[in-house]
Nanobody, 124 residues
């Protein structure tokens, strides 16, 4: 069974930075499109960023574009999310996810494996 484990969440002040990591088990990580989603309290789960198998293509949600950077290291089975210029609106549980598809998708229904999530809280 493929498992994803997020880490790196915490409490930061607005304008600060934080880097999240996702460690993936399994033998086919290099073949998977990976993504980050987030879910604020009382909110729907929202697409944040996705990255292609080789890392050559990325996609970002409009709310984080220009501030967040997704990357991957296939040799280490990891995906990271570098978050900068954080805003209180970024406060959420952040989830790493594996896609069902071979191409980048923003819909959460396209992802079949999810991590447990890591809390990011941005104070104003």
């Amino acid at each position: 069974q493929v498992q994803l484990v997020e880490s790196g969440g915490g409490l930061v002040q607005a304008g600060g930075s934080l880097r999240l990591s996702c460690a993936a088990s399994g033998r086919t990580f290099r073949l998977d499109v990976m993504a980050w989603f987030r879910q604020g309290a009382g909110k729907e789960r929202e697409f944040v960023a996705a990255i292609s198998q080789s890392g050559s293509i990325t996609k970002y949600g409009d709310s984080v574009k220009g501030r967040f950077t997704i990357a991957r290291d296939n040799a280490k089975n990891t995906v990271t999310l570098q978050m900068s210029s954080l805003k209180p609106e970024d406060t959420a549980v952040y989830y790493c996810a594996r896609s069902l598809r071979r191409t980048i998708e923003a819909g959460r229904e396209m992802y079949d494996v999810w991590g447990q999530g890591t809390q990011v809280t941005v104070s104003s």
